[in-house]
């Protein structure tokens, strides 16, 4: 598990579960490339690093077509990358009819689109280091059983797992495996915008569903780092899922 040697570029690393695995990676050894569109908390949270083994980057990953050139630009000054994990998203609470095509493609495009624009720049040569890598998603159990209400959120986290499967094969042969972290509720800002939506029985009810209780984001900051480190180096195109028991029944 130990991650020294290693780089690591994390989205979405100025809040929740982002941050929580920026800081986990750190922990291990690694070192971070933490990037958020937030510049502030990216700031607070990144900015000071006495040890120097992490940089952070402000860009909006709503900037797809621009996602292979900037990680281009930050690796040719900063060396390549052994390791990617895409936490940023946004999430969607609407009834379908409701849903706006703006929010909808923004959704998709942070959730799905980014990931593979991110694995489009990271299979680049002269970005991830020439030993291989590994790419970790982070989708969400919404992908994987149906919620009323999140019909834009599933989509988006549905197609990582097809992502991560078609790539896993693709990248075999240059050691780079890809794989994804669904994970069931956690306690995070973007739970909390989305807790506000809910009635307390909604609340009480999803609480009710995870046996063993809400996740933490150091819950899945554990499977994150599992899956990019050395210790998962047989496991690709699959899906870790990290979610309290929500979707054992
Ligand atoms: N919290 C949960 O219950 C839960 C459950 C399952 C999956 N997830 C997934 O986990 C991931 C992390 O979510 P979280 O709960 O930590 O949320 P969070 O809101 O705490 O963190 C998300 C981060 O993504 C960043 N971000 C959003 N849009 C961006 C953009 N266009 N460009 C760059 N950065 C952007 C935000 O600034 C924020 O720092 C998301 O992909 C989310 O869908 C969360």
Not at 128 to 149: D, K, P, Q
Not at 189 to 217: C, F, K, V
Request: net charge neutral; charged share 15%; hydrophobic share 45%.
């Amino acid at each position: 598990m130990g991650l020294a040697g290693h780089k690591i570029l994390v989205t979405g690393a100025a809040s929740g579960i982002g941050l929580a695995t920026g800081r986990l990676l750190r922990s291990l050894g690694a070192s971070v490339v933490a990037v958020d569109y937030d510049e502030s908390r990216l700031a607070h949270n990144w900015g000071d690093d006495p040890t120097g083994g992490s940089t952070s980057h402000c860009f909006d990953l709503l900037n797809t077509e621009g996602i292979p050139a900037f990680m281009s630009d930050v690796t040719s000054k900063e060396g390549t990358l052994s390791g990617l994990v895409h936490a940023a998203g946004l999430s969607s609470i609407s009834p379908t009819r409701l849903l706006t095509p703006a929010r909808y493609r923004d959704v998709f495009s942070v959730n799905a689109e980014a990931a593979l624009a991110l694995l489009r720049g990271f299979q680049n040569r002269s970005v991830c280091r020439e030993t291989g890598g590994s790419v970790v998603f982070i989708s969400s159990v919404i992908g994987l059983v149906g919620s009323a209400g999140g019909s834009a959120y599933a989509m988006s986290k549905a197609a990582l797992s097809g992502l991560a499967k078609s790539a896993a094969l693709e990248y075999a042969p240059r050691k780079i495996r890809v794989n994804c972290v669904a994970p069931g509720f956690v306690r995070t800002a973007m739970y909390e915008q989305n807790s506000r939506l809910w009635s307390d029985a909604q609340r009480e009810q999803i609480e009710a569903a995870h046996p063993l209780g809400l996740g933490t984001p150091e819950d899945v900051a554990n499977a994150a780092a599992f899956l990019v480190a050395d210790a998962a180096r047989w496991i690709t195109g699959t899906v870790l899922v990290c979610d309290g028991g929500y979707t054992a029944s």
